[in-house]
């Protein structure tokens, strides 16, 4: 859900009664100012992180790429809130996060130890939910809501040893879904599974997506996929990952596996991305 831009760099929301509201480019939902991270002290001290900044609207679905090594799973624990910079913020909603914030939730790529093997599929979805919302039937709602959009509807009573990878990564999102998060984090989530299930996982988020306008920010060592779901790739550079690129993906809606991807801008900007990250985030790589 990339907003249209003006000529004078403005993002344009239309409103169903045809008025226009037009917003800063400024509209940040989350927002890395200037972050850099260290791993120990003293002599053993590495530098993960240097110098990062971007932000992300709402609405929209980035992905981030880079090197083997680079930060990447170290910036999405310091966009998490599990870890905490050692220079700079982030801010969600404007507020700088200090230990895990309300209002993200992440999908990692070992479902497998993400959801609880004891507990059915509706269980691990209801459980992390706690008393919001507040009455049980209203949670009994979200939760049944949720896996009919991930397509798990019947498999509510299965527990997850009885469903296969693709089927535990879609009970994975449902769980994210359900919390109705600000942002959703996604750690490399369809890494572990076969080429026609991340096929499907990546439409079904494409689906989840354009349904409930979430925000999404995706780490991924896959660069096809990089550029197929998202409204901009940021190519981080090897490390310490400092931001190489920003790259806005123009590409029309719905996409599609095969027709997306013969498309001339999506194979322009799939080189361009590879070509970054296999030169470690050398901006000479363009030339
Ligand atoms: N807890 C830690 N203590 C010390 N160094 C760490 C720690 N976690 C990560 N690192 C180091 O920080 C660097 C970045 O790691 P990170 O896992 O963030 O990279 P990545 O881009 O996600 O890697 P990959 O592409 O292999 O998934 C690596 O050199 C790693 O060894």
Request: charged letters at 25%; hydrophobic letters at 40%.
């Amino acid at each position: 859900m990339s907003r249209p831009k003006t000529d004078e760099g403005e993002n344009v929301t239309t409103t169903t009664n045809t008025s226009t509201i037009r917003t800063a480019t400024t509209d940040k939902l989350l927002e890395v100012r200037d972050v850099g991270h260290v791993y120990g002290s003293g002599e053993k001290a590495y530098r993960a992180v240097d110098h990062l900044s971007f932000a992300v609207a709402p609405g929209e679905m980035v992905s981030i790429v880079g090197p083997s090594g680079a930060g990447k799973t170290t910036l999405l624990r310091l966009l998490s809130g599990l870890l905490t910079p050692s220079e700079g913020e982030v801010r969600l909603e404007d507020k700088v996060i200090r230990g895990v914030p309300r209002g993200l939730a992440m999908v990692f790529q070992d479902y497998s130890r993400s959801l609880l093997p004891w507990m059915s599929v509706e269980k691990n979805i209801l459980f992390p939910l706690n008393n919001s919302p507040k009455t049980a039937a209203d949670r009994r709602a979200i939760v049944a809501e949720s896996i009919e959009a991930v397509g798990l509807g019947g498999h509510e009573k299965k527990y997850p040893w009885q469903l296969s990878g693709g089927m535990q990564q879609r009970v994975a999102i449902a769980r994210a879904l359900a919390y109705r998060p600000r942002v959703m984090l996604m750690d490399e989530p369809f890494a572990s599974v076969d080429a026609q299930t991340r096929s499907d996982l990546e439409d079904l988020v494409l689906a989840i997506r354009a349904a409930y306008g979430m925000t999404i920010v995706s780490v991924t060592h896959d660069i096809d996929e990089s550029v197929y779901l998202a409204d901009r790739v940021l190519v981080l550079s090897r490390a310490p990952a400092r931001l190489v690129a920003d790259i806005p993906v123009e590409l029309p809606a719905p996409r599609d596996q095969i027709a997306t991807k013969e498309n001339e801008t999506f194979i322009h900007i799939r080189s361009r991305v590879a070509r970054l990250v296999r030169s470690g985030g050398d901006p000479l790589s363009e030339e």
